[in-house]
């Protein structure tokens, strides 16, 4: 009976192994396996959902922001998000202000976290605070494995405003820690030739470039403001 299977199909996938093994010996008639198969199925829904609002919980987006409120949503149609995060690849989004950056990144991240994936969102000040405040309790190693945790950290602002020196050491070791580990995707209005102004050093910045480009996907939004044009940013 096509129930039985699905029934112990959906078992398995919420481990409960003792009821999928046993199952099959009972002799049940169809309307209990159809009440049976929507319960779990339900049960299913439940948990994802569950998981969908914890993870969405870590993630500390600013707020939620879909591709499809956008009319810059056409930049990224053909990228993947899911494979970009497996493939350990990072986005970086460049353009002026109110080109869409931030929503085109939290859009796709969005999509990721329907789809399972953990992520963090930070702008870059906040970062940068959070690394040298676990620096003054000699943290900052543990601070950095506990953003590893997550498959994808999401870096926004990033060069809006300047950040101490230190803290662009402790960026570097990030950065470093991150590649080819854990996405990310970045939001910023700089050209990388303008990167070294942020960092103070010539030869930090351009191997913090190097690592962040060598599996990166680039989308340039222009300069036109869609918020200055009242319409989704």
């Known amino acids: 009976m096509p129930l039985i299977k699905d029934a112990i ?14 199952l099959p ?15 779990l199925q339900k049960e299913i829904e439940y948990k994802k959902s569950r998981s969908l609002t914890y993870r969405l919980k870590l ?9 499809a409120d956008t009319k810059a949503a056409s930049l990224v149609t053909k990228l993947d998000v899911t494979e970009v995060i ?8 460049i353009g002026g202000s109110g080109s869409a950056k931030t929503h085109l990144a939290i859009g796709l991240a ?14 870059l000040v906040n970062l940068a605070r959070d690394l040298l405040s676990a620096q003054q ?19 926004d602002e990033f060069g809006y405003v300047p950040i101490d020196k230190k803290a662009g050491v402790l960026l570097f070791e990030l950065f470093a820690r991150f590649y080819e580990q854990t996405s990310l995707f970045i939001t910023t209005h ?44």
């Open 59 to 67: 993630a500390k987006l600013p707020q939620v922001k879909l591709l």
């Open 9 to 22: 199909n959906l078992l398995n996938k919420l481990g409960l192994h003792g009821m999928q093994f046993g």
């Open 137 to 155: 309790y000699n943290s900052e190693c543990q601070f950095i494995r506990r953003l590893q945790k997550f498959d994808l950290l999401i870096i």
């Open 25 to 39: 010996s009972m002799e049940l008639d169809r309307s209990f396996y159809e009440q049976l198969v929507n319960l």
């Open 190 to 233: 700089l050209k990388f030739d303008e990167w070294n102004d942020m960092f103070g050093d010539l030869k930090a910045t351009k191997a913090i470039i190097d690592r962040l480009t060598h599996h990166c996907h680039i989308i340039e939004t222009g300069n036109i403001s869609y918020r200055m044009k009242g319409g989704a940013n």
């Open 110 to 123: 969005y999509n990721a976290l329907e789809l399972g994936k953990k992520i963090k969102f930070y702008t």
């Open 86 to 93: 497996n493939n350990k690849e990072n986005l970086f989004f």
